[in-house]
């Protein structure tokens, strides 16, 4: 596989510039703030450089965390560095909405703002109640899909999808290599990305055995009766989870159906290095959905319902066998028809999930007590959060997904896959967390922007 030589020094330049900006950051935030906002305005209308650099930032900003790491004094200032990819595209965002006629028709964007508008005052209600750092994180989750869409339309506004397709492209391939060098070569692949030093500020990890240890600790699967131990590494993501969805949902979007065996080789690599149920599930069910769509008879809208059949057979089976995404999730939905307990409330990563919205102490039911309040579901946290809000959330990605399949009607396998990636991972939401992160519906909705209102109009369609 050869890629041009304008993307390689696309990509040389954006490198270099996320050296600066995130070593800019480690040693002071203020001077790094500066530091961004000259990269962002000096970058923003020459679109191909800007465009490298975003994709550098927002998928691989864990790695430039750890080249910068040994600057960094404080495990808050590591914490906040972590949210650079979700400030950068907020930035993006914020300078759209300025000369907002110029990317969205005006329905679109009243809902788009009415439901960011929405979600900050549950931000401001849950810092109230729930501290600053909980509320956040939950923020993050739910409106990533969102900026991460309106930053997809940007791009396509400025440019040609087979420039934005191409730069992504390179970006999965580079990723795959990592992967795969770190998967055989775990010690020096870890030495040369300061992985240790990284874990280090993160979870604790001193030595290269205990990073090594980290990295096989679960079994396959996290099965108990799977007794079969591989090195889980993060690669460029770091994060194992999300880098699993980030190479299944890119291979899916370039290599299914015409490049099957390119497609079979990630997800080996994807089973040895990351060995996450959820992009295992999510590639199955999007295969499946394909096969549905596109390979019988039936129409759309049966394959659909077949889908959803299947999806409640999944839901009951791990209500049944108390899997904890489930339990998650019904729990959640007791809080629908309530007005919501603001963002931080419930969630893996808040620290108030063991209690109630008072205060109190949850009824103690063990292992089972922190997922009363929806933790390891996106739904399940979006329902005790926002109460009967949730709707207008839903509805948002529902009326998104749905233009999708009614304008989108280009045969390419892009626009094909991409319809079916939007639909699973809208509902993987029900089995993770981690589903709504930048790396999986977040990653999805920046492809379903890619493919809106591009400027030439035969690649496209217009939100």
Known sequence: MTFSREYLSLGFQAFMLNLVLFLSLSLNLMFGAVILLIIFFGLVNRIKIFYAFFLQTIFFQNTFIAFASIFIESLSIFKILHGINFLLPTLLVLFMFKK????????????????????????????????????TVYLRLLITPIIYLLAGIFFARKTTLGFLNGYLKLILVICLVITMLQFLFPYTLSFFMNDLKYFNLKIGMNTWDELLEFYRSKKLFNFSWLNV?????????????????????????????????????????????????????????????????????????????????????????????????????????????????????SGNLSTTMMSSFKGGQLPDLG?????????????????????????????????????????????????????????????????????????????????????????????????
């Open 100 to 135: 907002n006629t110029d990317y969205f028709d005006g329905k679109f964007f009243v809902k788009s703002v009415a439901l960011i508008s929405i979600l900050i005052l549950f931000y401001l209600f849950g810092i109230y109640h729930y501290g600053f750092l909980n509320s």
């Open 367 to 463: 292992y089972w007590t922190r997922f009363q309040n929806g933790s390891e579901s996106v739904y399940g946290v979006l329902f005790s959060s926002l109460g009967v809000f949730s709707i207008l959330y839903i509805y948002y990605f529902a009326d998104i997904i749905f233009t999708l399949f009614r304008k989108l009607t280009s045969a390419n396998s892009y626009a094909k896959i991409l319809k079916v990636l939007a639909l699973v991972l809208f509902v993987q939401g029900i089995y993770q967390e981690e589903a709504f992160s930048p790396y999986a519906f977040g990653l999805v909705m920046f492809l379903v922007g890619l493919n809106f209102n591009t400027i030439n109009e035969r690649e496209g369609v217009s939100i």
């Open 229 to 345: 131990r591989f090195a889980r590494i993060g690669s460029l993501i770091k994060s194992i989870i999300s880098l699993g969805y980030f190479l299944c949902i890119l291979g899916l979007y370039f290599y299914w159906p015409q490049k099957k065996f390119r497609l079979f080789l990630i997800l080996v690599l994807v089973i040895l290095s990351v060995n996450s149920k959820g992009a295992i599930l999510m590639l199955f069910f999007s295969i499946f959905l394909y096969f549905l769509f596109y390979r019988t008879n039936v129409s759309k809208s049966l394959a659909i319902l077949l889908y959803i059949i299947v999806n409640i057979g999944f839901v009951v089976l791990g209500y049944y066998a108390r899997n904890e995404h489930i339990v998650g999730f019904f729990a959640g939905i007791e809080y629908l028809f309530s007005f919501g307990n603001g963002l931080g409330f």
